[in-house]
């Protein structure tokens, strides 16, 4: 991973964790050993996350440019054709 990637990665936790204030919550008991391998397999075979394009969707987001009617045209023509209709 890239220095720059990771700098994101960081900037985006500790916003995601100010934002809100989330904190985690308190362990109850003990995590399962197995549980926690099929979670750890499951991540592994996640794809790359695309720190750019999170940014630039959140950029978006905030000048509320996401939704235009031209996107929303385009995504509703996708899904259409994705479900033969």
Do not use: C, W
């Not at 985006?12 to 750890?40: C, F, I, K, W």
């Amino acid at each position: 991973m890239a220095s720059h990637d990771r700098e994101l990665m960081k900037q985006n936790v500790q916003g995601d964790l100010t934002y809100g204030q989330v904190q985690p919550l308190p362990m109850t008991e003990p995590p399962d050993p197995a549980e926690t391998l099929r979670l750890l397999d499951k991540i592994s075979r996640m794809p790359d996350i695309r720190f750019e394009k999170v940014q630039r969707m959140r950029d978006l987001i905030a000048r509320g440019e996401l939704e235009t009617p031209e996107r929303l045209d385009g995504t509703v023509t996708r899904m259409m054709e994705e479900l033969g209709l």
